[in-house]
Nanobody
Framework: QVQLAEPGGGLVQAGGSLRLSCAAS????????MGWFRQAPEKEREFVAT???????FYADSVKGRFTISRSNAKNTVYLEMNSRKPEDTAVYYC???????????????????WGQGTQVTVSS
């Protein structure tokens, strides 16, 4: 059974930096693309970033140039470095693992079969 654990999150000031992490177990981590999504109050869950099994990265336009997704296959962990944060980045952030091995990284929620419990990030102005 795949498990994704996301410690971290919290209240931070706008413009600052924060790194989220997500530790995976129950899968051959290096074989799977990983992604980050977020959900603000009363909004649908939206794509933030994804990293393929081979390390290719893709970002939503709203975070491009500010956020960085990375992975450590040695630690079975995916990260999201959040810089120059804005109040509109306030949301619950979820990490996710794709359902199929060796994918290039997807923006579609339906391609991800395993999800973390989510971690709240609040950006104050």
């Amino acid at each position: 059974q795949v498990q994704l654990a996301e410690p971290g999150g919290g209240l931070v000031q706008a413009g600052g930096s924060l790194r989220l992490s997500c530790a995976a177990s129950g899968l051959t981590f290096s074989d799977y693309a990983m992604g980050w999504f977020r959900q603000a109050p009363e909004k649908e869950r939206e794509f933030v970033a994804t990293i393929s099994w081979s390390g290719d990265t893709f970002y939503a336009d709203s975070v491009k140039g500010r956020f960085t997704i990375s992975r450590s296959n040695a630690k079975n962990t995916v990260y999201l470095e959040m810089n120059s944060r804005k109040p509109e980045d306030t949301a619950v952030y979820y990490c996710a693992a794709e359902s199929v091995r060796y994918r290039s990284g997807s923006r579609r929620r339906s391609d991800f079969g395993s999800w973390g419990q989510g971690t709240q990030v609040t950006v104050s102005s």
